[in-house]
């Protein structure tokens, strides 16, 4: 197939970045030509700074060498500029300093014009040595002009000012910043945040001169002619200036789309406007990512939202049509001679919220939290900046963190290591430190990685580094170097908008709904309606569309055993040896003679190693062949104990009322009640219980994914405990007076974890993620829905059969028992 013609205009980071993510996409789908106004191949513009501080060179922050576009087939013209867009022709015309002009037709134009400094009408901005700051050739003329001169003003003090400021200043030069408002970087922080900001910069040698308005810059001779030498004040006051730099703002670069005829606003608001499949909103050929876009009324200036642009852009490119671009929510790091300073969201106050303060102006350390209806909206921090990624993506995620709100302002050590609350040690960590131990893999060997390929995602720094790729448990630890290492830059990806993996760019939730909406019943459909990647998908999304697919419609789905884990589909636990263990079942932990008689002969008759009770309160054989797992389960004639599966494990119990003097309730019976209930629930994940007799919690039921305790008026129950790696207390849900209650409040709370959970997750985590009041409110609080989910629950359950009886029928049940038959040579 003939392939169609894209051309990129502008070699940026935005753009650049699309084009990668439309490479894993559709690699063959087209002939890529780019055009960029710049000599260079794509650098991180991130770390400009750096480089005029002299701590990186050019080739040190190159993201995408000149071999890197070779080798991708991809055409690039550098030092042209795009100077006309005929959309009539569908071409574009771009001329070199040499007046040469090259013509280049596309089938689909992507604009990535990115911006350019804002340079207010100043009489003298026109003077030689009067910069902006926005790219390589900016610095390294600042970089010259510091080598000779020594009295430099910046004007403007956000965030890129003082990171010129401080550059400058490392050059030798003397600094002075100039900032019309009354404190620096208004925008992203608060008075006292900037006042404790202002007087540490202050202390190393930066000057400033707060509300002031810049009248004229002063014209002297230079070498070069005309070159400023001061910089007059409204006031009459003049200050000595060899070199100007003016951080003033950026504008959206739009001028070559507005002189196309493509919409670019009026007013307030200026921009190549874009709707959410970031397509330009005059001309469906032509989209655009990046500073120079205007989408919803909002453009960034940041790479996180910009990155962000570009993979849904690269999915719409491909024609896979599914991503949809609803806007970000921005985050600020900035790092100046040692000082961290942190900010996100909206902290101008108003109706409805209120602050968290910590504010040690002697211990150098500033916390601001702002909070609106129990969600974080918005966040200042000053000198200890550990927690910012952590309250950013608390605020991202919408978490009600009325719960943790008292530890709130001790970040996330303070709380312990669980889901969101893992802990913080990213910051005061050595590069020598391990964080990964699975691989490895230290804190500087990350560092050196996203600093030298330009990573800002978690999926990044885990394809070039291994680190967070194996069990998972230093992710939050991962996570909090990539944010300190980038700051604003760090594409923190919350946990609802995840994909499931490399082979689709839709998240678990995506998925599960449109399984629910268009009665999606087998893997192949759903592939196919979502527009999968990879035609067949891979081990990690096919479990989890399995699941979906059969939790979402029970008895209608297709279970697809070859989608299972191979445990499942075998219905015992693989061991390292290649053998397996066998659980059988015991109701509430609970056996008789004859059936412990069965287990000894079993295992005598096969010659089964090990023999040992499980700390679920069950016998667990282990060291079963695989040829013999058929007739040891015949010859147990008891069902499976589910062991091996994400579903209903055991429900522990102690001896309670029934025998024990301090027992409430009968906790044995209750157990096996439960037990029998949810024999065979597919679930998100594993789901251990427990019920204990009375509060001396004998049966550990606080660490459990449902606790039951008996109590004398009846029972408390409580969900979301984890006994595992990461021990986490369960949280109480209620306090129910009937066995019936027990039975259907945990029913509910199980059914709403199998509907809303994502595969993989945890209980823990799932309530982590959608806060305990919203699972109060659907369970606890509205009794219709409770009793809708509990007849969800039994339906899916019901006429389950046990697997292990079912290969140990008649023969007709031969092809069942095939898959663990030896084949002959």
């Not at 970040?411 to 969101?420: E, F, T």
């Not at 550990?700 to 039951?708: L, Q, W, Y």
């Not at 008649?810 to 040579?825: G, I, K, N, S, V």
């Amino acid at each position: 197939m003939k392939k169609q013609k894209l051309v990129l205009v502008g070699n940026g980071m935005a753009g650049v970045r699309t084009i990668e993510e439309l490479l894993k996409l559709a690699p063959d789908l087209y002939d890529v030509t780019v055009f960029g106004a710049e000599p260079h191949g794509n650098y991180n513009r991130i770390l400009l700074s750096p480089v005029l501080a002299g701590e990186m060179s050019l080739p040190e922050i190159m993201l995408n060498d000149l071999d890197w576009y070779r080798d991708n087939g991809i055409t690039l013209h550098a030092g042209r500029k795009v100077t006309k867009i005929d959309r009539v022709r569908r071409k574009v015309i771009a001329e070199a300093e040499d007046g040469s002009v090259i013509e280049a037709e596309y089938d689909r134009l992507l604009l990535a014009t990115g911006s350019v400094p804002f340079i207010p009408p100043i009489p003298g901005k026109e003077l030689s040595g009067v910069l902006g700051y926005r790219d390589i050739a900016d610095t390294e003329a600042m970089i010259a002009a510091a080598g000779r001169h020594k009295h430099a003003v910046v004007i403007g003090a956000g965030l890129l000012g003082l990171e010129a400021a401080n550059g400058l200043m490392l050059r030798g030069m003397d600094v002075t910043v100039v900032h019309l408002a009354d404190w620096i970087m208004e925008r992203q922080l608060d008075k006292a945040a900037a006042d404790m900001l202002q007087a540490s910069l202050e202390a190393r040698g930066m000057k400033f001169l707060l509300a002031r308005q810049t009248e004229a810059l002063v014209a002297g001779e230079g070498e070069e002619g005309a070159r400023v030498c001061a910089v007059r004040f409204k006031d009459g006051m003049q200050i000595p200036a060899d070199l100007v730099v003016v951080a003033a703002g950026i504008r959206p670069n739009y001028a070559l789309a507005e002189s196309a005829g493509i919409y670019c606003g009026s007013g307030r608001v200026r921009g190549i406007h874009v709707s959410d499949t970031l397509q330009t909103v005059t001309d469906p050929r032509i989209y655009a990512v990046g500073e120079c876009v205007a989408h919803r009324g909002t453009v960034y200036g940041l790479v996180a939202p910009l990155f962000e642009q570009g993979k849904v852009c690269a999915n719409h490119l491909a024609n896979f049509g599914i991503g949809r671009y609803q806007g970000s929510v921005t985050s600020t790091k900035l790092k100046v001679t040692g000082i961290d300073v942190f900010s996100a969201g909206d902290f101008s106050g108003g109706p409805d919220t209120e602050d968290i303060v910590l504010h040690d102006r002697q211990g150098g350390v500033y916390k601001r939290i702002v909070i609106k209806h129990n969600r974080i909206v918005g966040s200042v921090l000053y000198g200890d900046t550990a927690d910012g990624a952590w309250y950013f993506q608390l605020m991202k995620d919408q978490q009600d963190i009325h719960e943790i709100r008292d530890h709130l302002m001790f970040g996330q050590n303070h709380l312990g290591d669980a889901g969101h609350k893992g802990e913080n040690k990213a910051a005061a960590m050595p590069d020598t430190a391990e964080v990964c131990g699975c691989n490895g893999v230290c804190k500087g060997t990350i560092v050196k990685a996203i600093k030298e390929k330009g990573l800002f995602s978690l999926d990044e720094v885990k394809k070039h580094t291994k680190a967070a790729s194996s069990c998972g448990s230093c992710t939050g630890l991962v996570e909090q170097i990539l944010a300190s290492t980038v700051g604003g830059a760090y594409q923190a990806v919350s946990a609802h908008d995840k994909p499931v993996c490399a082979c689709t760019d839709l998240s678990h939730g995506d998925v599960r709904k449109a399984i629910r909406q268009h009665k999606l019943l087998t893997i192949p459909d759903a592939m196919a309606f979502m527009e999968w990647k990879t035609p067949n998908g891979c081990a990690t999304c096919r479990p989890a569309l399995n699941y979906y697919l059969i939790s979402t419609w029970p008895h209608e789905a297709q279970d697809d055993p070859q989608s299972r884990f191979i445990n499942e589909r075998s219905h015992a636990n693989i061991q390292k040896d290649g053998t397996y263990s066998v659980v059988p079942r015991m109701l509430g932990g609970i056996t008789t003679p004859d059936e412990l008689r069965r287990i000894a002969d079993v295992a005598d008759k096969y010659a089964i190693p090990t023999v040992k009770v499980t700390g679920g309160q069950r016998i667990d054989l282990l060291g079963v062949k695989r040829e013999d797992l058929p007739k040891v389960w015949k010859d147990l004639g008891m069902a499976s104990g589910h062991a091996y599966g994400k579903s209903i494990r055991t429900v522990k119990t102690c001896v309670g009322s029934e025998h024990c003097r301090f027992g409430t309730q009968r906790s044995m019976a209750m157990g096996v009640d439960l037990e029998k209930m949810l024999f065979g629930m597919w679930s998100p994940h594993k789901v251990k219980l427990a019920v204990s007799g009375c509060p001396r919690n004998c049966a550990e039921s606080g660490i459990k994914d449902v606790g039951v305790i008996g109590v004398d008026s009846g029972w408390e129950l409580y969900v979301a405990g984890n006994g595992g790696i990461k021990t986490e207390v369960a949280q109480f849900l209620c306090k129910v007076s009937t066995s019936e209650e027990v039975r259907e409040y945990s029913a509910a709370f199980l059914q709403l974890y199998r509907e809303e959970g994502f595969y993989l997750e945890r209980t823990v985590h799932y309530v982590h993620r959608v806060g305990l009041e919203h699972v109060k409110k659907r369970v606890v609080e509205d009794a219709e829905n409770r009793k809708a989910l509990y007849g969800r629950l039994l339906f899916a359950v019901q006429d389950y059969k046990d697997p292990w009886a079912e290969r140990c029928a008649d023969d007709a049940a031969a092809p069942l028992r095939r898959q663990f038959e030896t084949l002959e040579a």
